[in-house]
């Protein structure tokens, strides 16, 4: 079983651009995270999908972050225009969410380590 | 929100060394994943343990939900077990997601 996909792994780029980050979440897996992690930290949550939908947004800076989740299943994260603060590994993660009682296992991909010059 | 904090914070053993790993949480939670992220960031699922233990080659968990804590066990430690160890709990209160620990940074001597 394939695990989660992410691209690129590596990404350079100059203050004021825009970037894009790409997840496959694991096959039948219907809830999908993006994770922000800055160096000698633990990772937070940026966004959360259930299928279509973004459950909770709390934690994305909509001024300048944007994603979408078409039809329920790859993920695109965008950053315009990106600033120097914005460098981090940024990870997407998905489960299969049944309710909060369930199992919930949450499977990471392996980042997209953004610098910004 | 809750609280989620990791101990120690940095630990470093020589290799064959056997330690424990403990992660405190302030409130109550219905499941919990102990994930190791090696030198290449990736994350890796080592458990996903609500509570009671359980064992996986040389690593164990075991975690205590009414006393709230969780406690990973690396034994006979290899230099490949080098990294950050993360516990992660679920924050349910509005919405469901998960609130990662400080991490323990573990370095082991060949």
């Known amino acids: 079983e394939a695990g989660v996909v992410q691209s690129p792994r590596y990404k350079i780029i100059e203050k004021k651009q825009p970037v894009a980050f790409w997840c496959n979440p694991i096959?039948?897996?219907?809830?999908l995270y993006w994770y922000l992690q800055n160096l000698g930290q633990g990772p937070e949550l940026l966004i959360r999908?259930?299928?279509?939908?973004?459950?909770?947004d709390s934690q994305l800076p909509k001024d300048r972050f944007s994603a979408e989740r078409l039809k329920g299943v790859d993920s695109t994260l965008k950053i315009q225009p990106a600033e120097l603060g914005d460098s981090a590994v940024y990870l997407c993660?998905?489960?299969?969410?049944?309710?909060?009682?369930?199992?919930?296992?949450?499977?990471f991909g392996p980042g997209t380590r953004l610098t910004v010059l | 929100g809750i609280q989620v904090e990791q101990s120690p914070p940095d630990l470093i053993l020589q290799e064959g060394a056997n330690s424990t790993l403990r992660c405190n949480f302030s409130?109550?939670?219905?499941?919990l994943q102990w994930f190791h992220q090696n030198p290449w960031g990736q994350l890796i699922n080592l458990f996903y343990?609500?509570?009671g233990t359980k064992q996986n080659g040389r690593l164990s968990a075991t975690t205590v939900a009414t006393e709230r804590y969780s406690l990973l066990y690396i034994s006979s430690s290899q230099t490949t077990d080098s990294g950050v160890y993360f516990c992660?709990?679920?924050?349910?209160?509005?919405?469901?997601?998960?609130?990662f620990g400080t991490g323990t940074r573990l370095k082991v001597l060949a």
């Open positions: 993660a998905s489960s299969l969410y049944l309710g909060r009682v369930s199992y919930n296992e949450q499977f």
């Open positions: 096959s039948g897996h219907n809830t």
């Open positions: 999908y259930e299928n279509e939908e973004a459950v909770d």
């Open positions: 409130d109550s939670v219905n499941n």
């Open positions: 343990i609500p509570s």
């Open positions: 992660a709990v679920p924050f349910t209160s509005g919405t469901y997601k998960y609130i």
